[in-house]
């Protein structure tokens, strides 16, 4: 494995970021790894390390770098009332979709530029809080995002502007969008609203739920994690890949 901690220049500044790709047979089809509200750590890293295995140049940026440098918390940033859960909260408070899509476009074109990527389609996927940004990706960008995946993505349907269930059918790519039973983040009855929007968009792809599992199932070091559920999500995951990145 290639491993690069490097800096990504967008229009707000220098995005901190992780790039992992295999050592032999490159270029290898971009993916852009999406992190979760708790922000960047060991555990993502070895997430993208496991994408990247399969053959893939995963980019997995620090996407509150807008706030600094000192965007990086400790094991306690679940802990509501911890001084990084404090801190952790006033960025992502502050987060929205539009500049995201701004930082899509600025890893689509460090991609481009680099040796070990191949031109043309990209992946895009996303836990938690971006699980609306890759979908959003797809929208903005359908003709370079051609895959794009949302694990509990919290507030799918929503007020913000480029809400992913506005635009569902601007995609031109394959989506895949899982759902926990049990998530406070995206309730039953806005997982029911947005199955009824993607079946009217047009939108190629599917919207699964995984049963009997909480927000974060996937999540090694999370007290939800339930192995069986992550692999299916690896397995969802690779094979979304696959289909849509190899040979496009």
């Known amino acids: 494995m290639i491993e690069d901690i490097l800096d990504i220049t967008t229009a707000d ?6 790039v992992c790709r295999p050592e032999r047979e490159g270029p290898f089809p971009p993916v852009l790894m999406l992190m979760d509200a708790p922000g ?3 555990e993502l890293y070895d997430m993208a390390r496991r994408v990247a295995t399969a053959g893939y140049f995963v980019i997995l940026p620090n996407l509150y770098y807008r706030a600094g440098a000192d965007t990086k918390y400790g094991p306690d940033v679940l802990e509501a009332g911890s001084d990084d ?3 952790m909260r006033a960025v992502r408070t502050k987060m929205t979709i539009p500049p995201v899509m701004d930082d899509v476009a600025a890893m689509i074109a460090f991609a481009d530029a680099h040796a070990d990527a191949a031109p043309g389609p990209v992946g895009c996927h996303g836990y938690c809080m971006s ?3 890759a ?6 960008y359908p003709d370079r995002v051609k895959a794009a995946a949302s694990f509990y993505g919290t507030w799918l349907v ?10 569902l059918g601007k995609a031109a790519g394959e989506l895949y969008i899982a759902c926990a039973e049990h998530d406070d983040l995206a309730p039953p009855e806005m997982v029911a609203e947005l199955k009824d929007l993607f ?3 047009g939108a190629k792809g599917e919207l699964e739920i995984f049963p009997a599992v909480h927000h974060g199932f996937a999540f090694p070091s999370r007290w939800c994690y339930d192995k069986p559920a992550a692999e299916r ?8 890949y696959e289909r849509n990145l190899r040979g496009a």
């Open 158 to 167: 929503s007020d913000a502007e480029e809400s992913p269930h506005l635009n």
């Open 13 to 18: 500044g220098a995005m901190e970021t992780f």
């Open 131 to 133: 699980g609306p940004y």
């Open 199 to 201: 079946d009217a968009s």
């Open 40 to 42: 960047i750590r060991e």
């Open 135 to 140: 979908l959003a990706a797809a929208a903005r």
């Open 233 to 240: 999500h690896w397995e969802r995951l690779l094979q979304l």
């Open 85 to 87: 859960h404090t801190r």
